[in-house]
């Protein structure tokens, strides 16, 4: 294994000793901008030509939060010293909303969630922390106090494999933090390796007489035994040639869709040699398509501190772009953004990352253009016409024609009133379906007034509520519809129905996309997920399904969604995951015999004859329209077909029932960076 000094780690030292003396970096890092502005001057006075102090004024100078962060942080830190933790992450939370590139918020919220016992959360903010160090050129000591303090939570989450990524990495950033040493000696315990960790605690000794571990043969032994039950030993001397061949291996199984065999065979590479940068980066990947998102994050993160200590600076901007990937998919968008800030940094001219960026800090989508104020005429007709609509065809003919009259009476006077016509166009066709005559209208809105998109819409949505539409019809929809787009209507409807007319022509990709450009703007949106689920699953995209189950659960776990999720990873061969989704939806729906009979389908294909012929039994008990299986299980195929599809259409109803979705408008402009993934080859 060669390991050199990790780059990532000694960018951006803050430059001369006046710096580290005169300019307190806890005043910039607490937002005691007053403070930082005053010491960085003086700086610049003793040494005009100090750059780094230069750029730091200037970001000090420009920050327009620095009061409301400062109130925050000052309110939080009285929390912490009255201990109580929940109410300090609390506060911090809206420290990072104000300030989300200020390190001080994540490394504070990261300590009061580790007093919590939430190690995964003050992971992800440790990491979140280094990121906004490297984007603020932070000196190096505060990064290998962040690395040790991420390398302990990971320790304390059960995974010394990585906490000895994170101290190793410290001590080669930072060979005179006898700390470090400390938390490398510690991994390598936790690891059951006495022999290396008594040397690292020595070295840590040299540099500190105040330092004191007791390490035991036993202890280390039990420590061992509990390591190697999940994990194979780490290799000291690698066969490089082998560990390629079993990389192509493990690429060969991603790319053919064999996750659970490529995840196996990625871990056996990392087990052996835990600085393998790609191995990291495309178990990352096959987390991400699971569903698995946050084991992804913890992938990318670690792939991004291994790449740093071998210097790769090709790579570690890729890691960054899929982890700000899976925080944009999560809807956590400041820690995205901060990623792709910073891989845009690492490499300038990184595309994926640079259009992800400008993306995820679009405001919001181009504004439909307003449509000119009705006249009183006008809007008796628009009421009268939505009158027609709610009534339905029996009660809704009188007023619609009333409106149908006010709209020509309009028309004789004003023939290329865009209102007007549109407004005949759909009394033309409302309980009348005659085409013909809805087409005039909308032909004539679109020749008076073709930069406007209501028109394009307008025609478009004709065929989108006609039954039994041609493909010839279809096309012509979908390009009055891109039109409607390209003139600036990108709503979630006109997307959907563009979506639409694309799967009645079998263009599936196309339609994917148009629902993945409205979920990068709303991606916790539960109606625009299950859309995107039922067209991978039209295209046998089982994985990706999955993940987007995976999404709709998190939002809310219903019965429903797990058997879902359930029936596709059954299509995905994944059976053991099948089957506890659908011991899931059993234990909230226990007597839905639906939901026994998918559990003993998966049990069927697992090879468990017994335990789904207790399912089908079970299934038959509670609904006697589910038939009763053989004992052989010659007849499943049966129970299956009579197996009730739940519907997808009332579980959306019953998630925009409650309160679902977006946490804000920023959650709400989410953007997943668009799955332009890298696997390494």
Not at 14 to 40: H, K, Q, W
Not at 63 to 79: E, L, V, W
Not at 107 to 115: D, K, Q, Y
Not at 236 to 248: G, N
Request: aromatic share 8%; charged share 25%; with cysteine.
């Amino acid at each position: 294994m060669k390991i050199s000094s990790p780059l990532f780690l000694t960018v951006g030292l803050i430059g001369t000793i006046a710096i580290s003396v005169l300019a307190n970096p806890l005043d910039d890092l607490r937002g005691r901008y007053a403070e930082a502005a005053n010491d960085l001057e003086r700086v610049i006075k003793i040494n005009p030509g100090d750059v780094n102090a230069t750029n730091q004024l200037q970001v000090v100078c420009q920050n327009p939060t620095k009061a409301p962060f400062q109130d925050a942080i000052d309110r939080a830190d009285g929390r912490v010293e009255a201990e109580d933790w929940a109410g300090a992450e609390k506060i911090y939370t809206e420290a990072i909303a104000i300030s989300p590139q200020n390190p001080y918020g994540w490394s504070a919220r990261a300590f009061v969630r580790g007093e919590q016992k939430n190690f995964t959360g003050a992971i992800a903010d440790n990491s979140s922390c280094l990121t906004c160090y490297e984007l603020t050129g932070a000196e190096t000591r505060k990064k290998t106090s962040i690395l040790m303090s991420r390398s302990y939570n990971w320790l304390d989450s059960g995974d010394p494999l990585r906490a000895f990524v994170d101290a190793f990495a410290a001590t080669e950033a930072d060979p005179n933090y006898e700390t470090a040493w400390m938390a490398r000696a510690d991994a390598l315990y936790a690891m059951g390796n006495l022999d290396q960790a008594v040397a690292c605690f020595n070295r840590a000794a040299a540099l500190s007489t105040k330092v004191r571990r007791s390490f035991t043969q036993e202890t280390a032994k039990k420590n061992e035994a509990k390591y190697l039950q999940s994990h194979r030993p780490m290799a000291l001397e690698l066969d490089e040639a082998q560990q390629k061949a079993k990389f192509q291996e493990a690429v060969k199984a991603q790319k053919a869709g064999q996750n659970a065999d490529a995840l196996q065979k990625y871990t056996d590479i990392i087990d052996a040699d835990p600085f393998d940068g790609p191995a990291l980066g495309n178990r990352g990947l096959v987390h991400y398509v699971q569903g698995h998102m946050e084991a992804a994050i913890s992938d990318f993160s670690t792939a991004i501190i291994a790449e740093a200590i071998s210097h790769d600076l090709e790579r570690q901007p890729i890691h960054l772009y899929h982890r700000a990937n899976t925080y944009s998919k999560l809807g956590r968008i400041p820690e995205a953004i901060n990623d792709l800030e910073l891989a845009v940094k690492i490499d300038p001219k990184y595309t994926n990352a640079i259009d992800s960026l400008k993306a995820i800090r679009q405001p919001q989508r181009d504004p439909v253009p307003v449509a000119p104020k009705l006249s009183p005429e006008m809007e008796r007709a628009v009421s009268l016409y939505a009158e027609a609509v709610k009534a339905g065809k029996a009660k809704g003919i009188a007023p619609r024609d009333e409106a149908q009259k006010i709209v020509d009476a309009i028309l004789a006077t004003e023939p290329n009133n865009i209102p007007a016509l549109l407004l005949r166009g759909k009394t033309g066709f409302l309980y009348r379906y005659v085409l013909f005559d809805a087409m005039e209208y909308f032909d004539r809105a679109v020749a008076a007034d073709p930069k406007n998109p209501n028109v394009w819409y307008e025609r478009a949505h004709v065929w989108y509520k006609r039954f039994g539409a041609t493909a010839e019809e279809h096309s012509k929809a979908i390009e009055d519809l891109k039109q409607a787009i390209k003139l600036g209507r990108s709503d979630t409807d006109t997307r959907l129905e563009l979506a639409g007319h694309l799967v009645a022509i079998k263009d599936l990709a196309a339609a994917v996309e148009q629902v993945e450009i409205l979920l990068k703007e709303e991606p916790k949106n539960p109606r625009l997920l299950m859309d995107h689920i039922l067209l991978l699953e039209k295209q046998e995209k089982w994985s990706l399904a999955i993940a987007d189950w995976t999404l709709v659960i998190a939002l809310h776990p219903s019965p429903p969604f797990y058997a879902h999720r359930g029936d596709d990873y059954i299509e995905a061969r994944q059976y053991a995951e099948a089957i506890q989704d659908f011991d899931t939806a059993i234990e909230q729906e226990p007597k839905l015999g639906d939901h026994y009979v998918g559990r003993a389908r998966a049990r069927r294909l697992k090879g468990d004859k017994a335990g789904a012929l207790a399912d089908y039994t079970r299934a038959h008990e509670l609904d006697s329209t589910l038939p009763a299986v053989k004992p052989d299980l010659s007849d499943a195929d049966k129970a299956e077909a009579a197996r009730k599809k739940v519907n997808r259409r009332a579980a959306d109803d019953e998630i925009y029932g409650g309160s679902i979705g977006p946490n804000s408008e920023q959650e709400a402009r989410a953007v997943d960076s668009g799955g332009e993934f890298v696997l390494y080859c």
